[in-house]
């Protein structure tokens, strides 16, 4: 619920009787207006001030004397701490006092390339960054901040990135800071923000380790359904359905991708692992997600795994394009299901548009050449209107009748 909710919506239900007057005031009081906006304000304004500080020393750096460089790292990262401290302490400022923490943070990291480069330090491992990513992990238990949790997920990403990029290594003490140290957070407080948060970033950190190993790139999906078979224990429901969204859109896009480009033999290559070995790596991770749905009374959700139906095994060629078109149809029809049942018009939406994209796909794979295009979009607008009527009419059935 928002307060742009209630403020439309809440005069109709006094109307009716639902809520009394002073209820519909109480309930406001639950939203104050643009309250999370002015919260945001201080950690936008500390990571702009950081920027601009960055940019002016970068700028003088190489002119300034040794120890007014060291000065410079030193009273920066110390007084931005500092000031942090100081305002939590104070209270009524704790957005401006963790901004100011995480602007301690951003600076931490700075000083440890610019300190290495003050003294020509050569580094073949990724040490000295994973202290920093070491120290945002221990300030987002100290503090426990939604904002130092997400900085901490960039900053993982960003030693992964520059670890495999320039050092040519995985840092495996990087993506356990991240998955354990941070996701253990956030296992304890479930949050649907930092869900998808911290899953983009442990998906991102798994691609970079399955570039890093040279291996067959739908081995990315072992790690991305081991994040959403988590997802699946988590007793908060809308925490673990952010978690289990990032890996979701990959397969989906993966799916669809195939299903376009599928054709190639050079790029269907590219797919195929050990099928025995990915197979059994696939359905030990499937058992554990169905074990996690059973526990939570989800198996409903069960149909999410049609999007990894291993369909690259196929021939390439219209077989596999077909094949996948049907699985991409079948989920978009499950997602629709789901959203009827659970009577959630947004989830309607997402299967709405999961089955246009679908039927795109569908017309310049298959179509194209051979069916003329206002027949396809008359079957395809057909067969929309024929799906939201049935929709809205067992929906409709399923509403309890309206008092007299």
Known sequence: MSRKLLETEGPQWVAQGIITPGQQQQLLALYPDEGRVVGLLPLLGSLLVGLSALSLIAANWQGLPELVRLGLLLGAMSGAYAAGEYFLRRGGNDSLGIGLVGLGLILFGVGIVLTSQLYQLIGYDVTGLLAWAAAGTALTFLYQSRFLFALTVAIGGIVQAYSTGQLSGFSYLTAALTVLGLGWYWWRRPDAVLGTILATGILWQAGLLISFLHAKVTWFFIPAMLVYAVGDWQQDRPAGRALQAPPLVAAFLFAFGLALYGETDTYAGLLRPPFLAYLGALLAVLVGSVAGK??????????????????????????????????????????????????NPDRVTLGITLFILTTMAAYFKLTWAFMDKSLFFLCGGALLLGLSWYLRRTTKAALPPKPE
Do not use: I
């Open 294 to 343: 059973r526990a939570r009374g989800r198996l409903g959700s069960l149909t999410d795994w049609l999007l990894l139906v291993p369909g690259f095994y196929l021939p390439s060629g219209l077989a596999l394009a077909v094949a996948t078109l049907v699985v991409l149809y079948a989920y978009s029809g499950a997602v629709l299901w789901r959203a009827q049942q659970e009577n």
